[in-house]
């Protein structure tokens, strides 16, 4: 779709420096870590254009909202968004609005129906496009709606890490490892709006980690839908391009004979290791970036249950670098509603894969995403995920009152929960993942934790936060400022369900990052 309609915050800013330039922009981000990235990278290409950051909306001359569609209260939040920017466009209407991400792709032309006075609108697929879409709005005056229905082909296009990025912290950086996603689970409104699942060359995985580290980054966090497929397209790819007629949802167009060679789509850091296998497990992939000088955390979401393999729990127990920390998304305990929701697994598959990884990565930290409330869940069925909850012992749980997404199979299902009926069962399951995540918490009282310091706590100012490898949140007192990005090890005294609290023991390591990493370019 492409048109030009008549036609403005997770909470990601991008703080101001000190600058004569006069364009501003602000970055306000909805959803997911993967849509934390793309704001990198929308702030990137922002400030590659010559804009600086802006302190709030009164000070910005450009504010986008990068949005997010996957349950409907992301819808409402952004109309409620644009209702308040709306009163701030009408006092001063050179200030554009962009809206991108997931919703502007599902609603397309909805958003500047709903709301006229957005300037641009852009969709998952063409974020690169961001400012040559602002550009064409201040030389036309008309508002730009633009929305590809799939993704373009060019590699420095294709992925969020490989354009210039401003990140919103100078130690920690995500790294985009695959996009899309080629499962079909019936709740899920992702793959629609963010395509068919495409894996990035190993070695431009690997070249990007140590750009970051050269950087002064020490944490990465690789980012993908289902990491543990990473590569299997891959495969598909040198096959198709080896084959002519084949249909695939990668436009044969594009692949020309530079796609068809295996040092182009996985990189030569992984074809000059020498391997029999056709491609690079994501397995592969913790290993070589694990192994990048200066790197010393690294983290990765999410792994699909049906797809953990062996070879990834090896991984994480062989390389001191990768955290003892498994995000593994269980959505139901009953075998009836996995089934439904075309998850692949059991509760027993996944009870016997989670025990798999608890038996090679010691110490290992395990939180998960589950829905309540999907269509024709019971009384039972909600009993039996309580049953695997209380069994997965899990550290931290997202729990989610399902949320019917337009156009998922599950839509169409008959059967739905009642709303108060659905809340009632989360506050129950909260229950059994705090008394469990408590009960962690509580283990830790005695151990020294290695932690990456976040900054001053929220609630009370005269400690730091940080984050232990398991990624529980602890606070702890210091007599001097620390700065984001040190690691110290702390001595943990308190527990509760939400935080440890401790006690600082010594500084292990010191941030050599620039505070803020101005843009850097792939
Ligand atoms: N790819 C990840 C996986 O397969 O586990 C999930 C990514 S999704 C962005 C994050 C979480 O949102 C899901 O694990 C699921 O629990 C939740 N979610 C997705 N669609 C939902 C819906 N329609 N209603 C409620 N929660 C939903
Ligand atoms: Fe959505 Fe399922 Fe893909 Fe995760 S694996 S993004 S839940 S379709």
Redesign the pocket.
């Known amino acids: 779709m492409r048109c030009s309609v008549h036609s403005d915050f997770g909470a990601l800013f991008h703080r101001p420096y000190a600058s004569d330039v006069t364009k501003r922009y602000l970055v306000r981000t909805f959803g997911c870590q993967m849509n934390e990235h793309d704001s990198e990278r929308l702030a990137g290409l922002l400030e590659a254009d010559g804009y600086v950051p802006a302190t709030d909306t009164e000070d910005a001359d450009v504010v986008v909202l990068n949005t997010c569609c996957i349950r409907e209260n992301a819808d409402n939040k952004l109309y409620g968004t644009l209702g308040h920017l709306k009163s701030v466009k009408d006092r001063r209407p050179d200030m554009e609005i962009m809206v991108a991400g997931c919703l502007s792709q599902k609603d397309g032309d909805l958003v500047a129906q709903k709301a006229p006075y957005v300037d641009v609108v852009l969709g998952t697929h063409n974020v690169h496009r961001a400012v040559d879409l602002l550009h064409e709005h201040l030389a036309t005056g008309d508002s730009v709606t633009e929305i590809l229905s799939e993704t373009v082909a060019e590699d420095h296009e294709l992925f969020p890490s490989a354009l210039p990025v401003v990140r919103e912290s100078g130690h920690s950086a995500w790294v985009t490892i695959q996009i899309g ?1 080629d ?3 019936a ?2 409104i ?2 629609s709006v963010r395509g068919p699942e495409i894996s990035r060359a190993f070695g431009d995985v690997v070249a990007e980690v140590e750009r970051a580290a050269a950087d002064g980054v020490t944490q990465v966090t690789l980012l993908g ?2 990491v543990n497929s990473y590569g299997r397209d891959l495969t598909l790819r040198m096959k198709r391009g080896a084959d002519a007629d084949a249909t695939s949802h990668i436009d044969a167009a594009h692949l020309d004979a530079a796609h068809v060679d295996a040092a182009h789509l996985v990189g030569d850091a992984w074809v000059a290791e020498g391997t029999d296998r056709a491609r690079p497990l994501f397995a592969d992939l913790l290993r070589s970036v694990g192994e990048v000088e200066g790197i010393r955390r690294v983290r990765y979401t ?1 792994p ?1 249950p049906k797809d953990l393999r062996p070879e990834t729990i090896s991984a994480m127990a062989d390389v001191d670098t990768v955290c003892e920390h498994l995000h593994l ?1 269980l ?1 139901s305990g009953s075998d009836r509603i996995l089934a439904t929701m075309h ?1 692949g697994y059991t509760a027993e598959r996944y009870l016997e894969r989670l025990a798999a990884a608890r038996a090679g990565v010691a110490d290992l930290a395990v939180t998960t995403d589950i829905i309540v409330g999907f269509p024709g869940e019971s009384d039972a069925d909600f009993a039996e995920t309580l049953e695997v909850a209380a069994e997965a012992r899990y550290d931290n749980a997202f729990t989610f009152v399902y949320s019917s997404r337009p156009g998922t199979e599950a839509a169409d299902l008959p059967d739905a929960v009642a709303h108060d009926v659905a809340v009632e069962r989360m506050m129950r399951l909260r229950t059994v993942v705090e008394r469990t995540s408590r009960l962690g918490h509580v283990a830790r009282i005695g151990h020294t934790e290695e932690v990456m310091v976040e900054g001053p706590s929220r609630r009370d100012p005269s400690r730091l936060s940080g984050r232990t490898r398991h990624n529980r949140l602890i606070h702890f007192p210091s007599d001097r400022p620390l700065r984001p990005g040190t690691y110290a090890h702390v001595l943990v005294t308190e527990a509760s369900t939400t935080n440890l609290i401790g006690e600082l023991v010594e500084i292990v390591a010191t941030p050599n990052h620039r505070r803020r990493i101005p843009v850097s370019l792939a």
């Open positions: 996603c499962n079909s689970c709740f899920c992702v793959p839908q289902n999410s699909h998304p959505q998850r």
